[in-house]
């Protein structure tokens, strides 16, 4: 994967999982089936129903999602929230299957502010601020990656693992 630069759901858990081991930390891989596929039968007779793969750090009670490459290290894509999820230990034993975290309403925020302020010579400039996290926050960091080349009337920011922030500052004339 390093070499090649690329990697399934399966490699990014696989190559996070050695990442962790070699700094001490203790992970486990996770066989999940998102939300889209719908709940399990009761006694899943094969593997085959799971159709993605995440990493589960016990320490932390934290999920990762190696191909979230928008999402932080502390939010799970809207896919993997509320997911069922076959951990799988280490000896062999005891692997069970539970449910990811679902987010709850305080980790959604989808907010935007605009101000307008008008000049004596009748042009206006208006300032859009939008904020995001949770499922929101997707959208505003991948259009953030796209626009490295961006103008400076216009700037968007991305914020850390909490979500994305987007601000951009358009002059308006009047025609």
Do not use: Q
Request: hydrophobic content about 35%; aromatic content about 4%.
């Amino acid at each position: 994967m390093l070499t090649r630069r690329f990697g399934d759901c399966k490699d990014k858990a696989s190559l996070m999982h050695a990442m962790l081991e070699a700094l001490g930390i203790d992970s486990r891989l996770v066989l999940l089936r998102t939300r889209r596929m719908g709940n399990l039968e009761e006694a899943p007779a094969s593997l085959a129903v799971f159709d993605h793969a995440i990493l589960y750090v016990p320490k932390y009670e934290l999920y990762l999602d190696g191909t979230a490459e928008f999402h932080g290290s502390a939010e799970l894509p809207p896919d993997d929230r509320g997911a069922e999820a076959l951990v799988i230990e280490p000896d062999g034993t005891g692997s069970r299957i539970r449910r990811t975290p679902d987010a709850r309403p305080a980790d959604n925020l989808d907010e935007t502010r605009a101000r307008l302020s008008l000049s004596a010579d009748g042009s206006a400039t208006l300032d859009l601020t939008a904020s995001a996290r949770g499922p929101w926050s997707c959208p505003p960091a991948r259009c953030a990656s796209r626009r490295s080349g961006s103008s400076a009337a216009t700037s968007i920011r991305t914020r850390s693992s909490r979500g994305a922030r987007c601000r951009s500052a358009c002059p308006l004339r009047s025609a």
